[in-house]
């Protein structure tokens, strides 16, 4: 018998939210608990998605039980998956929430499952609680969706004050970004089959290139860094949005290897392996998958003190935090890193932190607020 429904987009939808959703799936699976999958079989509007393609190549996972019953132009999908679910009998159903763009939508899934099952406990997944650079409709919006979950599950501290104050119908809790155990190449490794040179500071950006992410700030503060370290290197890796766009046709910045296109998991894992640290500047951020990738990987972050990276990284010890938007705070946290030696120390910081924010750890939050024990 089902117990658990999981709604949101699986690989091969592209983004980190269908990668945590397979991992939270296949947790749950290894728990002892395999869920339904509903997961999407169109999704956004040409018109709402400013990336290149928001699905890759290939099927849905077969390890999973999946239904593709989810169409992002008709709201109506969602009364049917909900009565699919229905039909299971599940005690839980967990619903994947990022964008007001499917607030509608999920509005109409939650309160008809209630209709159907009002025992069972709805929770929202809140990657966000509203879309990044939102404003105030679109956070309305949202909260068609959020008032109608029985539990807000949120990834960070100020999401969870967010929450429980302005929607109070439901209930919220904290669930930290899970990190997944990944097989690591050795640096030198990684660096060889990416023809980078040894022995020199390497650093990593990766993700969509969006504003909030302030991958611009990045390149001010690195322009600073390789000043004081010609040989220091910056990857600069995912897929372009907005003005991002226009780093294709402009000269490279010295020092910076452009990787300007969406990778598949193995072309990240290789940059991961590859770098002596992740920097995240981003403006603000409510969680991050790419840091919890980077503690998976033994890697440390220098990144932005905003809610969603200080849940994950530590400061002083598993990476190093500055003020947000403030390029000459990062440039100065880099040549730290570099300078004071601290890539071992903070590794080894990250690596800890990477045990405590497991898959099956994260599964089994969510389980429990469904009442199931694992």
């Given at each position: 018998m089902t117990k658990v429904v999981l709604l949101g987009p699986v690989p091969p939808w592209r983004s980190g939210i269908a990668d945590q959703t397979v991992r939270?799936?296949?947790?749950?699976?290894?728990?002892?608990?395999?869920?339904?999958v509903i997961t999407f079989s169109r999704m956004y509007p040409r018109a709402l998605y400013p990336g290149e393609a928001d699905r890759g190549e290939g099927v849905f996972p077969a390890d999973l039980e999946v239904e593709a019953l989810l169409d992002g132009f008709d709201p109506l999908s969602f009364r049917r998956a909900a009565e699919v679910?229905?039909?299971?009998?599940?005690?839980?159903?967990?619903?994947?929430?990022?964008?007001?763009?499917?607030?509608?939508?999920?509005?109409?899934?939650?309160?008809?499952?209630?209709?159907?099952?009002?025992?069972?406990?709805?929770?929202l997944l809140c990657h966000n609680l509203a879309d990044h650079e939102a404003g105030a409709p679109r956070r309305a919006l949202a909260r068609l969706a959020l008032r109608r979950a029985d539990v807000l599950a949120v990834q960070n501290a100020g999401d969870l004050a967010?929450?429980?104050?302005?929607?109070?119908?439901?209930?919220?809790?904290?669930?930290?970004?899970?990190?997944?155990?990944?097989?690591?190449?050795?640096?030198?490794?990684?660096r060889a089959r990416l023809g980078l040179p040894q022995g020199v500071p390497v650093f990593l950006f990766s993700g969509l290139l969006r504003p909030y992410k302030g991958w611009d700030v990045l390149l001010e503060a690195f322009a600073t860094?390789?000043?004081?370290?010609?040989?220091?290197?910056?990857?600069?890796?995912?897929?372009p949005w907005g003005d991002a766009k226009l780093l294709e046709s402009r000269p490279v910045p010295a020092g910076v290897r452009l990787f300007l296109r969406f990778l598949r998991a193995e072309e990240r894992g290789l940059l991961f392996d590859a770098c002596d640290a992740v920097v995240c500047p981003y403006r603000h951020a409510t969680g991050s998958?790419?840091?919890?990738?980077?503690?998976?990987?033994?890697?440390?972050?220098?990144?932005?003190?905003?809610?969603?990276?200080?849940?994950?990284?530590?400061?002083?010890?598993?990476?190093?935090?500055?003020?947000?938007?403030?390029?000459?705070?990062?440039?100065a946290a880099l040549l730290r890193f570099v300078r004071e030696g601290l890539a071992e120390r903070l590794a080894a910081g990250a690596t800890a932190l990477g045990r405590r924010f497991t898959p099956e750890g994260h599964a089994r939050s969510i389980l429990s607020l469904g009442g199931i024990t694992r």
């Open positions: 939270l799936a296949r947790a749950m699976t290894r728990l002892g608990e395999p869920p339904l679910a229905a039909q299971r009998r599940a005690g839980l159903v967990a619903a994947a929430f990022w964008t007001s763009v499917f607030a509608p939508h999920l509005a109409l899934f939650l309160s008809s499952h209630r209709a159907e099952v009002p025992d069972a406990v709805r929770v967010t929450a429980r104050r302005e929607v109070s119908e439901a209930r919220a809790v904290l669930v930290p970004h899970p990190s997944e155990p990944v097989l690591v190449v050795p640096r030198g490794e990684a860094t390789r000043r004081a370290l010609p040989d220091a290197v910056l990857l600069l890796a995912g897929e998958g790419i840091a919890a990738d980077a503690v998976s990987h033994g890697r440390p972050v220098i990144g932005s003190d905003v809610p969603g990276l200080a849940v994950v990284v530590e400061d002083g010890v598993s990476g190093l935090l500055v003020a947000p938007g403030d390029a000459g705070a990062l440039a």
